[in-house]
């Protein structure tokens, strides 16, 4: 860190500066030295929001200064002290303070500036931590306090204290105190050991996966902040959550009972896509005697072999890439292929053709809507090519469904969905005949698919969330308001005038 200075800024600022900045971006520091040309500053601290518990300047001094002219200086305005000379620059110690008690010390800013053979204002300090307030954190403390609190995600920075989500809010875990750089790199060693700190420190991002034994699997991300390691962390059960429990229509179920299309989970991050194709993969696990392989980047839900085997490749560790991952897997003898993200074009072409071939493909693309997703995929591709990739995507698609995750009455969250259901004549001229906003009207109508608004106002009369979670799910609340005033069943379904 560099912190600039002007002319009328004394070094007592600098120090404070430095200090609170340090704390704010990395952590509580516990020895810190400012530097500039001619002068040095070491500064120590157990407490640095209250205190300071040494302070030793070294500085280049004009002609004539002697350390005891600046000690009886420093006398006389009643600040203890002790001055000696050491390779021809003064060192100045000053006895411990609060920061509260700063303007007692400006005297010795004043003395200490007039002594330095060129002034102390107007100055660049550069500024680096010795040494760090340890916190001695375990994350596995952290990961069963993620547990209790039924949290999604945990999020640890340098210069806070821990923050969990639950139920999409975030709150910190102030009881752990605040973290520091060394903290954190602790914190990598204890999730990865040596290897990942390397990868991370040499790529300032990483990927990879931990279990936590009896608690599930952590989807880890690593990233730099402000100089200093940081992780924010995805807690997955060990085993996938059994379909029935996700409150997603069983129409959408129905469709692992295909043997061939492609199927796509859409959504933003954090909406449940992972979980939705877990709990379909492994009813398809507990159903059929199949080969699934899956390729995911990392792999996050871990599955046992059921009726069906199930083969996991990881990108970076068992692949390449999804595009070189879904070609060989054509020759694996699969029946269903999970493709963790269609992430490009030469992905999405690899998914179709597997669709096309005779395997039920499921994959996942961050889409807000149906209509959305289906345009998305066809816009991957240049536009001499896209008359072909929707005769492609027409009889290739079973399914889409986009989530979004609302607050459910009383604690948790709960998904409300649209559902695009392919392999009907509809849908298939609707795509074939590059006519996608048709789709809208086709959802609307059939009653296997939803549109959000309808099923927003499914959970909202079902009492599973409130009229306020329900209205953030749909596309307007005028949208929400028609069909509430116009539902007489408990279905809950109108078509929009």
């Known amino acids: 860190m560099v912190i600039g200075t002007n002319s009328r800024t004394s070094i007592f600022d600098v120090l404070q500066i430095g200090v609170r900045e340090h704390i704010r971006e990395v952590g509580y520091p516990e020895e810190l030295v400012f530097e500039t040309h001619d002068c040095t500053m070491l500064v120590t601290g157990v407490d640095f929001d209250n205190r300071v518990d040494s302070l030793r ?3 280049k001094p004009k002609n004539g200064f002697t350390p005891e002219q600046v000690s009886s200086e420093l006398n006389q305005a009643n600040i203890p002290n002790q001055v000696h000379q050491k390779n021809g620059s003064l060192v100045v110690n000053l006895p411990p303070f609060e920061w509260r008690q700063l303007a007692r010390l400006a005297p010795a800013d004043k003395i200490i500036d007039s002594s330095a053979a060129q002034s102390l204002r107007s100055r660049s300090w550069q500024v680096t931590v010795r040494k760090f307030r340890r916190t001695n954190i375990n994350i596995n403390v952290l990961i069963e306090v993620m547990k209790e609190r039924d949290a999604s995600d945990l999020h640890l920075r340098a210069g806070s204290p821990p923050y969990i989500r639950v139920d999409n809010d975030l709150m910190p875990l102030e009881e752990h105190g605040v ?3 060394d903290d954190m790199q602790d914190m990598v060693f204890q999730l990865g050991g040596p290897s990942e700190v390397e ?3 040499a790529e300032r991002e990483s990927s990879f996966n931990f279990h936590a034994t009896g608690i599930g699997y952590l989807r880890v991300s690593g990233y730099f902040k402000q100089g200093a390691m940081a992780l924010a962390i995805r807690l997955i059960p060990e085993a996938p959550v059994p379909f029935e429990q996700l409150n997603i229509p069983m129409v959408v179920r129905n469709i692992a009972h295909s043997h061939r299309g492609l199927f796509l989970v859409c959504g933003v ?3 449940g896509k992972s979980t939705t194709l877990a709990s379909m993969l492994d009813y398809i696990n507990e159903q059929r005697h199949c080969h699934i392989i899956s390729v995911e980047d990392p792999v996050e839900f871990v599955y046992r072999d059921k009726k069906s085997i199930i083969s996991q490749r990881q990108v970076g560790r068992d692949t390449f890439s999804f595009a070189n991952a879904l070609r060989g897997a054509l020759r694996e003898d699969p029946d269903v292929i999970l493709v963790g993200e269609m992430r490009d074009m030469e992905t999405i072409r690899a998914a179709i053709s597997a669709a096309e071939t005779g395997h039920l493909v499921f994959s996942t693309l961050h889409t807000m809507t149906a209509v959305d997703t289906v345009n998305r995929v066809i816009s991957y591709f240049p536009q001499a090519e896209r008359d072909l990739i929707r005769q492609e995507l027409a009889y290739a698609l079973r399914g889409v469904v986009c ?7 009383g604690g948790g969250r709960v998904p409300c969905v649209e559902i695009l259901l392919g392999g009907g004549p509809l849908v ?3 795509i074939l005949e590059g006519e996608i906003e048709r789709l809208h009207q086709i959802i609307e ?5 939803r549109l959000f608004d309808q099923h927003a106002v499914e959970l909202y009369q079902a009492g599973t969330v409130t009229r306020e979670e329900a209205v953030s799910a749909c596309s307007n609340e005028q949208a929400f308001d028609r069909i509430i005033s116009g539902i007489k069943s408990s279905e809950g379904r109108k078509i929009l005038g």
């Open 428 to 430: 298939r001229d609707a």
């Open 179 to 181: 973290l520091s750089a």
């Open 403 to 409: 989530q979004r995750l609302l607050k459910r009455k």
């Open 269 to 271: 991050t954090g909406s």
């Open 199 to 201: 990868r991370l420190a």
């Open 445 to 449: 109508v059939d009653s296997d698919m």
């Open 57 to 59: 300047i070294t500085v």
